[in-house]
Structure formats: structure tokens, C-alpha cells
């Protein structure tokens, strides 16, 4: 096996891994996994190498017999609700999401707009190593260009009403992929919208496309400077939001996944909230809130799908600010996340921080070292035996629950290192767990290398 496929979807360096060749024959692998009939949603964000890659994808779709919907450039979202409301058999984001400019990649999505699961990938990259089929000449696929954005749009204002206060909105699109739909939206639902870095531009010339408190200190100053009541910045492919409240600070992703949650299921009955175990607690004040309930799963947008598809649900997401509202798409929709905000402060007319002040704050460290791929499991293993005692939840990694806190140790599913995430109620005390946690890591890497050499 190749290895072509990361934690969900590829991505790389362009021209190097990512490459016309490769969008071609694996167009005409997925061509092949469709039975060589079908159609597909086929999108891309701005990037400067996402046309080359489009080109490529669709001819290989074609040559194999598929026919495809060129959505054009669009938010990962709206491919996926095309994928899903356009009836197509699957859908082709090309995207590098929140990497920089001279990245490129590829996800792929069922007929209801979900990420592949990792069983559809592997099939896809065992296609692709042996060659798709080929059409025959009479049975060549062909191509249609839609207007995805104006029926996303169509679709979210018919399902959100207007918002019953006009607030002041900046919204920061990166220059990428939201730049041609999230302003033009908030607008419509009635706020007054500044745009920062919304023209689409692969060079990423306002910022770099992850919304790091770091990388978004034009739009913390913009809205102080200009008293807008919040700041939304979203990521490369605008499937992720993160909030700045009208003091220009900013709300990290697990709160606005528990604010926009809180929100959207304000009428529900014992909701079920999807999330991962490297998520906050403050997932379970919201749920405490809305009479629900929260329930864990491995890492990664597909585990959550995996999981809704299996015991359903009402709401999944991550501690990034990937929001999924599983009755409207099956993927993280940053534009819903940021509506979803903006409903909450003007329904119940409160300040972001107000609305943030509702739930308790937790403090969290992240740390890391490096390890060895081959060794990842072994060291797993031995961190299994250290702490034995202390019952810990295996679901992904390891995670320990200690009175009010809580610490996780996982290896990366892409790089070659181990992580320590902790969350408590005081820096000093999440320092402290981290630091316990990192320890024992390596520690534990030690010992394998002693065992293994
Ligand atoms: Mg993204």
C-alpha cells in the first residue's frame, strides 16, 4: 500500500506528491469504485494549483464513466451538500484546508455528503495502484456546470429565519474558500458584515488559512477598532470557525462548538452530542445545560460520522470549531457554525462574552514530543501498563480522569510524534497534569528504544 491517504483524505506538497497525474488516475480509480457509472459533485477552494488539479480529477472521472457536476470554487460544505442534494453517487473536494498555499489535496464524500470512511479510502488506493477501467468511446462520462453556492444558500435561508437584531459582523474568509458565499449570507440574515481577507486568493496573502489565535490578529484589532459585536474567522475550505468576542478575544474551538451547540438544539429533547475524547468538558456543561447527553469517540471527522451513522445523534464535533449538524450536512459547516453564534447572541440579545461567561472556563496545555512511527504502538502499549491503576479510557489513546481534570496521551495519526493534551480548571494545575503526562511519555519512548535496540 501506498500510504496515500492521511487520517481522512490526501494532501501535499503540489507538483510533488500532489500532482496532475495522480487527481487523473485517481479519478479514474473512483470512476472504476462507482462501477464506472454515476455521477459526481466535483469542487475546489482557491488555492493556485486547485484548477490543475479540477482539470485532472474530471477527465479521469469521464474517462472512466462517470459524469460530473463541476460546483466550481466552492466551501467544503457546499460540496458535500451538493454531493448529498444534487444527487450524486460521490463527491471530490480538492482542498488543503488550514495548510499553506503550497499545499493541495483531496477528500472524498459519499451520495449523503460524508467523508469516505477509512474502508472506501483503502479501496480507492488499492484502485488506484492497480489502474482504473477505462470507458469504452460511446461510453465516455460528460460534464455540467452548476451553481452549487446560490442552492446551498437557497437551502440555509430557508431553513434559518432572519436574525432579530442587526449586529455588526467581520468576517475573516482567509482569502479562501468562504470568501465567495459566508459574508453574502450573514448578510441576507440581516447583519451589518465587514469583510477582512474575503477575496479568494491562493496565495493567502492576508493570512495563513489556520485560524490560530496568531494567525488572526488583524481581525482581534479590527473588531475593537471598528465596535463590531464579533469577528469570524474561518479556515482555508471554511469548514471550521473560530470566534472573536466584541473585546477582540478569542473563543477557542470547543467553545464555539458548545456555543453554536447550545444553540442549535435549544428545542431538542435529551440531545446527543458527538464528540472525541481530545474535546473539552466544558462539551458536557453544555449538554448538563440542554438536558443531554455527550458521547465519545476517537479522533477524527469520519469517527464521528461513524458513530452518528451507528447510535445516531444530534450534533458531533471537534475541539478545532468543526461543527457538524448532522440534519442539514454531514460534514464540518463552518458557515452553520458561524450563523448558528450569531443566532444565539441576537435572540437572547447578550455580548458574545456574556453568551461565552455562561459556561465555566477550563484551561488546557499541549504538548508534544517526537517518536518514531514503528515505535508508536509499543510505547502505547507500555503507557497502557503504567497506568493500569488509574482505569484509564482506551477509545484513542489514553485518556485519565482525575477529579475535575482530565489528560490524554496519543501518538499522531500523521507525524512522528506523540501528544499530551490536559484541560483543568487552573493553568497550574494543567500544567501540572501535562508535564505528568509528557513524563511518562518518554519515559515509556525510552524504554522501547532500550527494548528495540
Ligand atoms: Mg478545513
Not at 183 to 198: D, F
Not at 351 to 357: C, F, G, Q, V
Not at 418 to 441: H, I, P, Q, W
Request: aromatic share 6%; hydrophobic share 35%.
Amino acid at each position: 500500500m501506498a500510504d496515500l491517504f492521511g487520517t481522512f483524505g490526501i494532501r501535499g506538497l503540489v507538483n510533488e506528491k500532489v500532482d496532475s497525474e495522480l487527481a487523473l488516475k485517481l479519478g479514474q480509480a473512483l470512476a472504476t469504485h462507482l462501477n464506472g457509472e454515476g455521477k459526481v459533485a466535483v469542487g475546489y477552494d482557491p488555492r493556485t494549483s486547485s484548477e490543475m488539479i479540477e482539470h485532472a480529477m474530471v477527465s479521469g472521472l469521464i474517462s472512466g464513466g462517470c459524469d460530473v457536476l463541476r460546483v466550481g470554487m466552492v466551501p467544503t460544505p457546499v460540496l458535500s451538500f451538493s454531493a448529498n442534494h444534487l444527487s450524486c453517487d460521490a463527491g471530490v473536494m480538492i482542498t488543503a484546508s488550514h495548510n499553506p498555499p503550497e499545499y493541495n489535496g483531496l477528500k472524498f464524500w459519499d451520495e449523503e455528503g460524508a467523508g469516505f470512511v477509512r474502508e472506501r479510502e483503502e479501496e480507492l488506493e488499492n484502485l488506484y495502484e492497480k489502474g482504473g477501467e477505462l470507458a469504452d468511446w460511446n461510453e465516455l462520462g460528460e460534464t455540467e456546470k452548476v451553481n452549487a453556492l446560490s442552492k446551498y444558500k437557497k437551502a440555509l435561508l430557508e431553513k434559518i429565519p432572519k436574525f432579530d437584531k442587526e449586529l455588526k459582523v467581520i468576517v475573516d474568509c482567509a482569502n479562501g474558500a468562504g470568501s465567495v458565499i459566508a459574508p453574502h449570507i450573514l448578510r441576507e440574515l440581516g447583519c451589518k458584515v465587514i469583510t477582512l481577507n474575503s477575496q479568494p486568493d491562493g496565495h493567502f496573502p492576508g493570512r495563513m488559512p489556520e485560524p490560530t489565535p496568531e494567525n488572526i490578529g488583524d481581525l482581534k484589532k479590527a473588531v475593537t477598532s471598528m465596535g463590531a459585536d464579533l469577528g469570524i474567522a474561518h479556515d482555508g475550505d471554511a469548514d471550521r470557525t473560530i470566534i472573536v468576542n466584541e473585546k477582540g478575544e478569542v473563543i477557542s474551538g470547543d467553545r464555539v462548538f458548545a456555543l453554536a451547540g447550545i444553540n442549535y438544539l435549544k428545542d431538542r429533547n435529551n440531545p446527543r452530542i458527538i464528540t472525541t475524547v481530545a474535546t473539552s468538558m466544558v462539551m458536557d456543561d453544555a449538554a448538563e445545560k440542554l438536558g443531554g447527553e455527550v458521547v465519545r469517540t476517537k479522533v477524527g471527522e469520519p469517527e464521528l460520522v461513524r458513530e452518528y451513522r451507528k447510535n445516531g445523534g444530534d450534533l458531533a464535533g471537534e475541539e478545532n470549531g468543526g461543527v457538524i449538524f448532522p440534519d442539514w450536512t454531514m460534514c464540518r459547516d463552518g458557515i452553520m457554525t458561524a450563523v448558528q453564534i450569531i443566532d444565539y447572541a441576537a435572540r437572547t440579545g447578550k455580548t458574545i462574552s456574556e453568551l461565552s461567561n455562561t459556561l465555566p472556563e477550563y484551561k488546557q496545555r499541549k504538548k508534544k514530543t517526537d517518536c518514531p512511527n514503528h515505535l508508536k504502538q509499543k510505547v502505547l502499549d507500555e503507557l497502557s501498563k503504567k497506568f493500569a491503576d488509574k482505569n484509564p479510557d482506551t477509545t484513542d489513546g489514553l485518556r485519565i480522569d482525575v477529579e475535575d481534570a482530565w489528560y490524554i496521551l496519543r501518538p499522531s495519526g500523521t507525524e512522528p510524534i506523540f501528544r499530551c493534551f490536559s484541560e483543568a480548571k487552573t493553568d497550574e494545575r494543567a500544567e501540572e497534569l501535562a508535564n505528568k503526562g509528557m513524563e511518562a511519555v518518554k519515559e515509556s519512548i525510552e524504554t522501547v528504544k532500550k527494548e528495540t535496540s
